[in-house]
């Protein structure tokens, strides 16, 4: 199984600032690698797949990079409704997907 | 519009039987795999299994395994998570979600919160 670990736990960063987030894979998922946003109450909404690729209707301030074992996801400058938990997936030769843990980014 | 229309909320006791369910339109329903994620309360989420509904082809995460089922109907465009026996420790929010052509789940149910307790 590929475990995916996410830095940091918890983001503190103020609006109109800029987030970096990050994805470590435990082996390559070569671009196999996708973003959610959650907020409470809500289920998760796909941000970027394939590492890199924004999902219709995301901002442009929402980018992913990365492959092989390092993701990144930064959002350019934070607006308030951006503050929420982050998950990054893999689906890497199908079994089994996993998600990472999660980041919070919360509002310092 | 792709949407996933999932079940209502469950209350049961333990060794109860369930079976939730999630209903796709907007696309073609046998074209995609749609998975099942367990988020347990206040807690991260965890991929169940999966099924392409064109043919039943069905994986499962070694985790759930054995522990749950996963069914399609596509003359109905309905996917199922079923429990034969359930515990306390399956009470969680189920989401179904769909797998796009990138590798990602695409499109999501609003999710159907199961709590299990004598």
């Known amino acids: 199984e590929i475990v995916l670990t996410q830095s940091p736990a918890t983001l503190s960063l103020s609006p109109g600032q800029r987030a970096t987030l990050s994805c470590r894979a435990s082996q390559s998922v070569t671009s196999h690698l996708a973003w959610y946003q959650q907020k409470p109450g809500q289920p998760p909404r796909l941000l970027i797949y394939?590492?890199?690729n924004r999902a219709s209707g995301i901002p442009a301030r929402f980018s992913g990079s990365g492959s092989g074992t390092d993701f990144t996801l930064t959002i350019s400058s934070l607006e308030p409704e951006d503050f929420a938990l982050y998950y990054c997936q893999q689906r890497s030769n199908w079994l089994p997907i996993t998600f990472g843990q999660g980041t919070r980014l919360e509002i310092k | 519009e792709v949407q996933l229309v999932q079940s209502g909320a469950e209350v049961k006791k333990p060794g109860e039987s369930l079976k939730i369910s999630c209903k796709g339109s907007?696309?073609?329903?046998?074209?995609?795999?749609i998975g099942w994620v367990r988020q347990m309360p206040g807690k991260g989420l965890e991929w169940m299994g999966i099924i392409y509904p064109g043919d039943s082809d069905t994986r499962y995460s070694p985790s759930f395994q054995g522990q749950v089922t996963i069914s399609a109907d596509k003359s109905i465009s309905t996917a199922y998570l079923q429990w034969s026996s359930l515990k306390a420790s399956d009470t969680a929010m189920y989401y179904c979600a769909r797998h796009g052509s990138g590798s990602a789940f695409d499109s999501w149910g609003q999710g159907t919160l199961v709590s299990v307790s004598s």
């Open positions: 394939e590492a890199s």
């Open positions: 907007g696309y073609s329903f046998i074209s995609y795999w």
